[in-house]
């Protein structure tokens, strides 16, 4: 499961899957480690890819079935299909979300 950069990533994998999350206003950014470990908790199986700007995170998967077990992490999901991607999930990060992502953390430990 490597971690990639993210224009590494795009020029590897053609239509890959990706999951947009919108932070909800007022909480923490979503740390870079803390996102690492949940992808390792996963068990995520392909090659991905994370980038963010504070109150949106971007990630992208090679595989299909480890961005819907991210995005599962989340709440409100929408997803649709385009030409750009093979899969886009659309979610939030609330509350809600941070106590399944420290759930599922604590699952694996």
């Known amino acids: 499961m490597p971690s990639m950069e993210w224009e590494r990533f795009q020029d590897a994998h053609y239509r ?25 908790t996963l068990g995520v199986s392909g090659n991905y ?20 077990r991210f995005a599962n992490t989340l709440s409100e999901r929408a997803s649709s299909r385009d030409l750009e991607w093979a899969s886009k999930t659309v979610a939030r990060i609330d509350r809600a ?12 430990r």
Do not use: M, W, Y
């Open 49 to 68: 890819a994370f980038r963010g700007d504070g109150d949106t995170l971007q990630a992208v998967f090679e595989i299909d079935k480890d961005a819907e």
């Open 16 to 40: 890959p899957h990706l999951v947009i999350a919108n932070l909800e206003h007022g909480l923490a950014p979503v740390s870079g480690d803390l996102l690492q470990s949940l992808v390792a």
């Open 97 to 108: 979300a941070q106590k399944r992502i420290a759930a599922t953390l604590r699952r694996k």
